[in-house]
């Protein structure tokens, strides 16, 4: 049949199974969303706020699946407002497709009105990108961007289709999609035997796991491995809920605001396998010293992280689900109970705690964790609420936490928490934010309460950029530069301004009442919760230093 170039753009996203995408129109996108029009009993639109609030929609929306979001915006300002989130997801390793609209080919490179070389802008942060500048091109592009997006290590990848491509015609066949299988890596046997011996030889094994278990779908695999070697576990950020967070084995997070368990544990380990994760400077800390009493197993999708931050004695380049399934067809039971039993005490011993009696982040927090039976998804911004929603919710199952933490992008959550809520509907959504990073984006309560989307958004408001200021506080002496937000602005007022229902929250009794509320509420709700300015994220290691110097609010004080 013939189509124009903008009825095959969504002709494609149909084959893909995309039925929802996050946009901004203008000018020189006019065609395709002419063509969404058309097509809008079969592709649901959401248009947002602001393209940035597009491109964080579709990242929670791929977040939340595993399928590949996607986000439009025409050309000049509308596609550079996508860079941050397209930033965002190529740091995280999440599958997106950006469609921008360019100028006509004529008008390419003149300087024209709203012209801009996206593909040059967003080289560094796109696993691929494209311009599209003949309509013949156009569908193989997009179902290879599609493609691209998605195997092996996932990312965005951006396709730039000028305006004259969308509006000419030219004849289209749909295709099925090529099915994505997972990579038959070329690893040797021997990797797979040295791996086997390493973890045979092992007295105190450590397993650490970050978004590659995720994004693999390697959970089930996981759990048989844990159980095989007998040893405890924790994770990055992105790897939360890869292995269940409720479980005995679990010690919380690791790095710069994990746990003093995992911290010292990994300190003290004699084997760390790691399993998807990148080695962040936030995860290690001082990487002279990390997990210096170990050797290291290295699973990873990609070649180029092997070695990249920590020198490995073993890296395995592959599917992490692939390669846990052949190591635990060789493995045999092994038993560490002097190991499990020193980890228990170091559990034990060192406890996450907040101070009681006063309304807190980590107070609040529980609580959702509470009465959502640790089944809800929780997105975030940036910061302390961040770490704060690491810390104290437990993590059940893969995709339930949605955070920026390659980028750390504040701003990111309330956008990322509709497009999880419109791909999980079923499920209670909140987006944890301190009031900075409220500010950033909260236009796209707009979008929420013009769709109806019911999240619930927690602002953690102390007046303050929180955890600047605890930088501030703990190694600038307490020089509080650009950092107080005590102005005049009513979270409440505004959030009902845009549509929502809100609620203020200034004492721990008032908690549970209010996240019911929400719960129960059709639609939007805004929870703002009066805290400290001075609250801070315990456990913490210091810039610079190792994990195994972790300290905590005890520490501080004596």
Known sequence: MILTGADIVVECLLEQGVNTVFGYPGGTILNIYDSLYKYQDKINHILTSHEQGASHAADGYARATGRVGVCMATSGPGATNLVTGIATAYMDSIPLVAITANVAVPLLGKDSFQEIDITGVTMPITKHNFIVKNIDDLATTIRKAFQIAKEGRPGPVLVDITKDVTAATTSFESKKPEAIERRSYTYPTSSIKTAIEMINASEKPFIFVGGGAIASDASVELREFVEKIDSPVTDSLMG????????????????????????????????????????????????KCFAKNAKIIHIDVDAAEINKNIRVDLGIVGDA????????????????????????????ENPLSYPSGILTGPYVVEQINNITDSNAIICTEVGQNQMWAAQYYQYKAPRQLISSGGLGTMGYGLGASMGAKMAQPNKPVFNIAGDGCFRMNLNELATASRYNIPIIQVVLNNHVLGMVRQWQTLFYDKR???????????????????????????????VEAAINEALEHDGPVVIECIIQEDDKVFPMVAPGASIEEVFDERDVKE
């Open 321 to 348: 689900k692939s390669i846990l399934g052949a190591l635990n067809l060789l493995l045999t039971q092994q038993n560490h109970p002097q190991w499990m039993k020193e980890i228990r005490n170091l559990k034990e």
């Open 480 to 510: 509080y530069s650009a950092t107080i937000l005590n102005d005049g602005v009513d979270f409440c007022k505004v959030a009902e301004g845009l549509g929502c229902k809100a609620i203020k929250v200034t004492e721990c009794d008032q």
């Open 240 to 287: 939360k809920g890869a292995f269940d967070g409720t479980s005995p084995r679990y010690t919380g997070m690791l790095g710069m605001h994990g746990t003093k368990t995992s911290n010292l544990g990994v300190s003290r380990c004699d084997l760390l396998i790691v399993i998807g994760a990148r080695f962040s400077d936030r995860v290690i800390g001082n990487a």
